[in-house]
Nanobody, 128 residues
Framework: QVQLVESGGGLVQAGGSLRLSCAAS????????MGWFRQAPGKEREFVAA????????VYADSVKGRFTIPRGNVKNTVSLQMNSLKPEDTAVYYC?????????????????????WGQGTQVTVSS
């Protein structure tokens, strides 16, 4: 079992920045692929970004590419999502997720059903 706890959400003006963090309970953090998803009211949960357990491989949704990054390097079993140039359409509950990494695979899952563990979510609201 892996327990995930997100933090760092809040209210920010358009153009501003926020940094979300996801703390994992397992010490073998590097054995898991970590993903970030978001869900706006009335919409399906959508992929935002993912990073391999080694930190050497990342993938981003087109809607956030160039604005959001997952800083490389796990600090105390924490993975972050740095969000810059925020837009009102980024408003959503943001979730981190984890799934056991497959040794030797470079594939990073981008569908919610591919992840086994989820945090409780943190609200991000971007005002115009």
């Amino acid at each position: 079992q892996v327990q995930l706890v997100e933090s760092g959400g809040g209210l920010v003006q358009a153009g501003g920045s926020l940094r979300l963090s996801c703390a994992a309970s397992r010490r073998t953090f590097s054995s898991y692929t970590m993903g970030w998803f978001r869900q706006a009211p009335g919409k399906e949960r959508e992929f935002v970004a993912a990073i391999s357990g080694s930190g050497g491989n990342t993938v981003y949704a087109d809607s956030v590419k160039g604005r959001f990054t997952i800083p490389r390097g796990n600090v105390k079993n924490t993975v972050s999502l740095q969000m810059n140039s925020l837009k009102p359409e980024d408003t959503a509950v943001y979730y981190c997720a984890a799934v056991g990494a497959t040794y030797g695979s470079t594939y990073l899952p981008q569908r919610p059903g591919e992840y086994d563990y989820w945090g409780q979510g943190t609200q991000v609201t971007v005002s115009s």
